[in-house]
């Protein structure tokens, strides 16, 4: 892919590595560029580097309309060497694909959109975190502008890729054990829907159930099926419990579930993790009992943002509040989640090509 370069003049950018004072939060930053490529005519053409800035779209665009508008979100982090590493960067990009075909978006080859991540993070280097537990996080979407106002899918698309330096998602990091509120009023996916995928509209749809979860003093809903019966996500995690003996249990992905790439990463660790990943459907009422009982004795959820969010306690719509353990993180969460940071960091070894070094190409 020929990428265009038009970069900020050098007395615009970042000359120096970024030492931020503070947690630099989640999400909140920008570096100076950002990649652009569209789609016309049948094909993504006019891959380009441009200064981070507002793009022009017409008013009739129509994934303002009808929402057709996919993104991912994965991170980089730095190694000892002082190189930038991706992590399982090719999963983001099949779940891309897999997200666009569920709304109708054309296929984006998964090596373009790698070229297009590396090289602007190879542009954009400087703006690393330098910070205990930073990253950059990455952030592809791709959204149509056809100026159209027929229901169908567009004929014109953009991709774009933006990195935002970040810190923890939540400030407390995996340190805090958090509350969820199980809900039986909202629901984010139905058997047939676009719940697989990361479709903009889901999120927007979860905007309202997040009010009521923050209204309980929860931190997100854990949603369940739509007959209120199986334990499917939370809001942007997937769920997991710990048995007592260890066993690590993820509810079975449908279609209903987005695919969590860290989900997919436990379960392929298996061995590595001293401990048992399986998947299994997950039915509300004996997930209850068997905290209740002492046989669930951790749980959290798993993602990209958080990594590992270890949950204390449930509550229901009618108040009833359910702890898990003794409401604290737990022994097994914190070993996945040090176990998985330390891969991320290099400071142990990853399975084969998950870890991917960003190549010095732009002086
Ligand atoms: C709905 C939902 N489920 C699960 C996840 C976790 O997926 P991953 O581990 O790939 O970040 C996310 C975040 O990407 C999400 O938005």
Redesign the pocket.
Known sequence: MDIKYTLKPASERRTEPFRPEGNVGFGNLRTDHMFLMDYRDGQWQDPRIVPYGPFEMAPGAMSLHYGQSIFE?AKAFMHEDGEIYTFRLNK?AE?MNRSAEIVCIPNLPEQMQLAAINALIDVDRLWFPMQEGACLYIRPFIFATEDRLSVSPSNQYTFCVILSPSGAYYSAGVNQAIRLLISKQFH?AVSGGTGAS?AAG??AASLRAGKAAAAYGAAQVLYLDAGNRQIE??????HFHILKDGTVIIPSFTDT??K????QSMLELGDLLGCEVRQETVMLDKFIADIEAGEIIEAGG????AVVSPVGSYIFEDGRVVTVGNGEVGEHTLRLYRLYTDMQKGLVAAPPGWVQKVERRQG
Not at 233 to 238: D, I, K, L, Q, W
Not at 302 to 305: E, I, K, N
């Open positions: 979100g983001n779940r984010r990361k889901n999120y996500e939370v809001g942007a995690m997937n579930i987005l969590s790439i860290t989900s798993f993602g990209t943002a």
